[in-house]
């Protein structure tokens, strides 16, 4: 089954079925029309070149606010990123609003968490979580750390000592901190 945000990663016309990231029940729903404008290149293209100004060319930006329908949390997600005009895909119809995601604030749930999970663990997946929409890579990076805070409330140590003389010690890999744990506990890794 696809990640629920997966569907956030490109454009989209209509919202994917988001999850609160607060009371983790509720589905965000979106206005009936995001708040956009087109920027001023748009403008200026469409000053010089009246004739042959082609709306699939206006692009801006986006704002709007996500609302968990719950009446027990009724939280609001303030979520921006990129807007253009596209026409639809069988060609007819009126033009469609197209939208990229990238950034929401309270971030998304991307990693979703037991009850009772550590809260470094938690902390370290709402990181990766903020900054997902804007540095995917830097995203993963905390979720490297995640797997570290996970491994640890696990009790597998993060060093190991050396075997030269006065007992200095080295961390331990991520990798190979998941074979200990694996080892330790199989029905864990499988």
Request: net charge neutral; aromatic share 4%.
């Amino acid at each position: 089954m696809p990640h629920p945000l997966l569907a956030l990663a490109d454009e989209f016309v209509d919202l994917p079925d988001l999850i609160c990231p607060t009371c983790r029940i509720g589905h965000l729903t979106a206005p009936k029309q995001w708040v956009t404008g087109g920027d001023a290149a748009t403008t200026e293209a469409q000053r010089q070149g009246a004739d042959d100004f082609d709306p699939d060319w206006i692009t801006s930006v986006f704002t709007g606010i996500l609302k968990c329908p719950r009446d027990t949390c009724q939280e609001r997600v303030a979520v921006t990123g990129a807007w253009r005009v596209a026409m639809p895909p069988d060609g007819t119809g009126p033009y469609l609003d197209v939208v990229r995601l990238t950034y929401a604030r309270p971030a998304l749930t991307l990693v979703n968490r037991p009850l009772g999970t550590p809260d470094p663990v938690t902390t370290a997946c709402r990181a990766a979580a903020e900054i997902v929409w804007v540095d995917p890579s830097d995203a993963a990076n905390r979720l490297r750390v995640v797997v570290e805070e996970l491994l640890t409330a696990q009790g597998v140590p993060q060093t190991a000592s050396t075997r030269s003389p006065g007992g200095n010690r080295r961390r331990i890999k991520t990798h190979d901190r998941i074979e200990i744990l694996a080892k330790r506990k199989p029905s864990n890794c499988s």
